[in-house]
């Protein structure tokens, strides 16, 4: 699985400027990702922290998630190096 980085994506639709922020493996896919809102004015490395995967999933399971649906999150976040 691809490393990600976390990206603000900076968007002009024409009547004002707005910000999306994208997991993407490179500035080009983010890109890609937002094509066709708006034309795309900048794109940043988003000042993120990793994501408590222990804590995302206690609080999951406490949301009556499956185990499995869990598993599944919390394992691509970390295989996409989302994780901290």
Same mark, same amino acid.
């Given at each position: 699985?691809?490393?990600?980085t976390v990206y603000n994506v900076y968007?002009?639709?024409?009547k004002?400027?707005? !910000?999306?922020?994208?997991p993407a493996a490179s500035k080009k896919e983010a890109a890609d990702y937002v094509q066709g809102n708006?034309?795309?004015? &900048?794109?940043n490395p988003a000042p993120v922290q990793g994501i408590d995967l222990? !804590?995302?999933a206690y609080d999951l399971k406490?949301?009556?998630?499956s185990q499995t649906d869990?598993?599944?999150?919390?394992?691509?976040? &970390?295989?996409?190096?989302?994780?901290r």
């Open positions: 699985m691809k490393k990600l968007l002009d639709d024409g004002s400027v707005f !910000r999306v922020t994208v708006g034309d795309v004015v &900048a794109i222990h !804590r995302l406490s949301c009556q998630w869990v598993d599944i999150i919390t394992r691509t976040l &970390a295989a996409c190096g989302l994780d």
